[in-house]
């Protein structure tokens, strides 16, 4: 049975730091940040806002949009850099506050490239009959793991969520191909410690327990994962860069998403980027841009989508899937049959 992504909702918190409030935190200009990276502001949690917080106001915006939507889910993934707690799992916390109690529930962690594996989780159990019906989240406040001192990392970070309903959708839609990898050996270039302070690769001592990253592996590797991953996963399912209507990809750079759309053939104009308002919310940089695509009508029903994504890990995936509309529509028809209902009241 073919399974993919039937609602979508969306949260990012009310305050935003601008490149022009960072100029007065750092030496550094708007001009300087925009020619290096593309963000020109970024959306920050509140000081008792964490990442379960923001998973559930993206529920809260799914519901909004698809009344009814969580009937029947019996599974919850969430992908996440920024947990609440070790345990309980921030899935289960979310799932607890949203009428998802009883649900299987998990975290997946590999930093921003989350949200695409999570998704290949739902797959995976929803096939093997583990579950029926997957709300899946990719929720991040990476603006309480940055270093606020170093200014090469934390003018790249932003908060934000996502939440995703994944079930089965009629023939000839949803996700089409997976392509998931992870090579530990680059992970001293973009890690976050936690039990251990050390890593492979990093000396003892010269860690923090903030996050911690060297931008200019990290660009070298994203360019050359996101192409290759991008195009094993159109190949999987005989895909070629012009049967692409858009691709959408992790929001970390517009210099790495260029170097990667040149590298197989998708254009920019075919590409969609919202970091210069969001900045890089990792494991929500997904789900923010598809949702900001499909409200501005740039993705409709049909369209052929290729996601390609990378972080921490080092990790990257790409999933190739066909939208499915459907069940936009059957909320919009509901609505307007509730909306009947009232008047003949």
């Known amino acids: 049975m073919p399974i993919g992504i039937t609602a979508l909702g969306t949260y990012a918190p009310t305050r935003v730091l601008t490149n022009k409030d960072l100029e007065g935190m ?44 969580l009937d029947g889910v019996d599974l919850v993934v969430c992908a996440t850099s920024s947990p609440d707690a070790y345990f309980p799992s921030t899935a289960a916390l979310i799932a607890g ?48 793991i940055v270093d606020w001192t170093d200014r090469s990392t934390c003018i790249l970070f932003g ?14 839609y949803g996700f089409q191909s997976f392509v998931l990898g992870a090579d530990s050996v680059g992970g001293p270039s973009l890690y976050k410690f936690a039990v251990a302070d050390r ?42 860069g012009s049967d692409i209507d858009w691709m959408v990809p992790h929001q970390a750079n517009v210099r790495i998403i260029e170097s990667a759309c040149q590298r197989f053939g998708v254009s920019m104009d075919k590409t969609v980027v919202n970091l210069d308002r969001y900045g890089n919310t990792s494991t929500a940089s997904v789900p923010l841009a598809l949702r900001e695509a499909l409200d501005d009508g740039r993705i409709q029903d049909g369209d052929q989508l290729l996601l390609v994504a990378f972080g921490g890990g080092l990790s990257w995936g790409a999933g190739a899937m066909k939208w499915y509309g459907g069940a936009g529509k059957r909320a919009a028809a509901q609505e307007q049959e509730s909306d009947q209902e009232l008047v003949v009241q």
């Not at 590999?110 to 990719?138: E, I, N, P």
């Not at 327990?209 to 991008?230: H, I, P, T, W, Y």
């Open 199 to 240: 890593i492979p690769g990093v000396p003892v001592g010269e860690g923090n327990m903030m996050l911690g990253m060297n931008g200019r592996e990290v660009f070298k590797f994203a360019v050359r994962v996101l192409s290759d991953s991008g195009e094993k996963a159109m190949n999987k399912a005989g895909l070629k």
């Open 97 to 144: 506050q949203v009428g998802l109690n009883g649900a299987g529930a998990l975290d997946v962690s590999v930093a921003c490239s989350g949200f695409v594996y999570a998704l290949s989780v739902a797959q995976g159990m929803l096939l093997a009959g583990t579950a029926r019906k997957a709300l899946v989240l990719g929720a991040e406040v990476l603006s309480k």
């Open 159 to 172: 908060d934000g969520a996502g939440a995703a309903v994944v079930e089965e959708v009629p023939e000839g």
């Open 26 to 69: 750092f030496d550094t200009s708007d001009e300087w940040i925009v020619s290096r990276t593309g963000i020109r502001e970024r959306h920050l949690s509140g000081e008792g806002e964490f990442a379960s917080d923001m998973g559930v106001r993206a529920v809260n915006d799914l519901l909004a949009r698809y009344p009814g939507v």
